[in-house]
């Protein structure tokens, strides 16, 4: 069966931190119908409302469920940009987050490389379910994100960190290297590595911390 896969998005999110996981998860179905199999993922772009979200960068997305109609995820996906500076004062999505990630398989947060310093991570922590866990973030943010003492340690210089089923990338780029580790957690080394060159991605020696 497909798991299910929430996708956050909310005004002047950063493209890439979702885009790039995106890719990722939905590349993995193609990979498995290539070898005759059913869709891995059921992958969906969630928002607080209904209607356009417009990105960081100008882009402009449709999202398929609200936080009104998506009540439980085999994984969740947070990415960063500078409406995290808003939204981390937004209740209602901090709720949702915890709610949703306390029965999620995994939860993950890609940290934006702008420096605006605002991170997927500080949601997860201002949520909830990265207080007291190892997490990663942009380099720009590692210190800030120190100062809120809400993570047990904020970890500099790796591309992404797993705490249990918490993990966490640095930002942009980032997520793609964690989207295609968690692929392999799930699936198997031989499938992601199958993902990664279907999406011509050079992984590199990149590990988890």
Known sequence: MAKSIGVLVFDDVEELDFAGPWEVLTMANEVAAHQGQ?????????????????????????????????DKLDILVVPGGQGTRR????PALLSWIATIAATAEWVTSICTGSLLLCTGSLLLCAAGPARGKRVTTHWAFVETLRARHEAAE??????YVRDGNLVTAAGISAGIDMAL????????ADFARIVARAMEYDTGAHGPT
Do not use: Q, S
């Open 154 to 159: 904020v970890v500099a210089n790796c591309r």
């Open 181 to 188: 580790w968690l692929t392999g957690a799930i699936h198997g």
């Open 87 to 90: 939204e981390v004062l937004n």
């Open 38 to 70: 059913p869709p891995v993922h059921d992958v969906k772009l969630i928002a607080e409302r209904a209607g356009p979200v417009r990105c960081a960068k100008g882009l402009r997305v449709i999202p398929d469920l609200t936080l009104a109609t998506c």
